[in-house]
């Protein structure tokens, strides 16, 4: 059987904008957050062309519909 160790905490999906204009989304820590991320942090490209608007609402979606993130590691 294996075994495994899973780590949940609380992110909000933030915007941002690369020095272009371009948007994506980052996971924001909102407390204590995975140890696998140590010092970092987990960023998502979004399709070309994506408006900040859209980047916004989609954002705005996953932030009401995301509760947690988890990370599952399988131990030996």
Partial sequence: MTQSKTERANYVFGVKEYGDGTPWIMLESSGKGLEVLGNGFVGFELREGTSLRDAEALADTLRRN??????TSFLP
């Fill in 66 to 71: 995301v509760t947690t993130i988890t990370y």
